[in-house]
């Protein structure tokens, strides 16, 4: 492993969004590489950054342009979106083009990191699975199949454990309802049907399944498994 620092490319238009994070991010020890558009941003992936946060709003060509542009150039760098409250379709389609996770502004600097170390932290992961996933009272074997809240057994069906599996492969990392539908299901089923599956499981394993701590939902886009501790 390097003991080089996790450099990100800031891909944003607006001079006080990357001064915001330059010195936010160079103050937990990443250095920050900053472009101001979309050909300056390709340009810079010279450079070699390990993590990329792109704003969907630039002046010379769509952030999710971008992002596709890069995906299917076989550009496998982890990428967070900054999108608006309001533009849901943007998260989702961004997702579903390949980005690693998004915030929305106006956002706070913690939960920005905590999005950096899930997406560097789900990068490092996706070559091998942990056999045995923890979180809060919740456990899940991965190789016996088994789940349990503390010491007890939770009985699932095929399809229950096959979702929650698929969460737990990406835990931390918002998954929209069009990925599940397929590495669940094949693709071949409307949403209403994941939020069936949803609400099953959480009642399974939420102490409250009207205020879930493991399943969380993202509005409009999908939903989130926390990760552990």
Known sequence: MSNLPIRILVVDDEPPIRKLLRMGLGAHGYPVIEAQNG???TEKLAEK??????DLGLPDVQGLELLRQWREGGISIPIVILSSREDEAGKVQALDLGADDYVT???GMNELLARIRTALRHRLQQQGERPVFRVG???VDLVRRIVKI???DVKLSPKEYD?????VQHAGKVLTHRFLLHEVWGGATDSQYLRVYVRQLRQKIEADPERPQYILTETGVGYRLREPD
Not at 49 to 54: C, Q, R
Not at 163 to 167: P, Q
């Open 39 to 41: 050909r300056t941003a």
């Open 49 to 54: 950054p390990d993590l990329i946060i792109l």
């Open 105 to 107: 502004k106006p956002f």
């Open 137 to 139: 009272d919740l456990s």
């Open 150 to 152: 503390r010491d007890t």
């Open 163 to 167: 979702l929650l599996r698929t969460l």
